[in-house]
Nanobody, 126 residues
Framework: QVQLVESGGGSLQAGGSLRLSCAVS????????MGWFRQAPGKEREGVAN???????KYADSVKGRFTISKDNAKNTLYLQMNSLKPEDTAIYYC????????????????????WGQGTQVTVSS
């Protein structure tokens, strides 16, 4: 059974930094897409960043240059380092995983991902 558990959310002021963690267990496939998604109140869930089993990363335009996704395979943990946070980054952040279907490609939309964490709240005040 695949389980993803996020941690590291919190409240902070604009300009600050935060690192989210997602502990992954039970995922036994060699190929994967793993990503961070977020959902703000009244908005649809959107992709923030993703990484595949080859280490290829992609970012939403809104977070490029500020956020960094990484994965520690020894710890089976996915990370999202968030710097220069803005009030518009306020949302519930979710990590997700799926079996990669095409080498070098990961979906940036949430629908194809079938394993999800419970989410962690990030609140950025101005």
């Amino acid at each position: 059974q695949v389980q993803l558990v996020e941690s590291g959310g919190g409240s902070l002021q604009a300009g600050g930094s935060l690192r989210l963690s997602c502990a992954v267990s039970g995922y036994t496939y060699d190929r994967y897409c793993m990503g961070w998604f977020r959902q703000a109140p009244g908005k649809e869930r959107e992709g923030v960043a993703n990484i595949d089993s080859a280490g290829i990363t992609k970012y939403a335009d809104s977070v490029k240059g500020r956020f960094t996704i990484s994965k520690d395979n020894a710890k089976n943990t996915l990370y999202l380092q968030m710097n220069s946070l803005k009030p518009e980054d306020t949302a519930i952040y979710y990590c997700a995983a799926m079996l990669q279907r095409t080498y070098g490609f990961c979906f940036q939309t949430p629908r194809p991902y079938n394993y999800w964490g419970q989410g962690t709240q990030v609140t950025v005040s101005s």
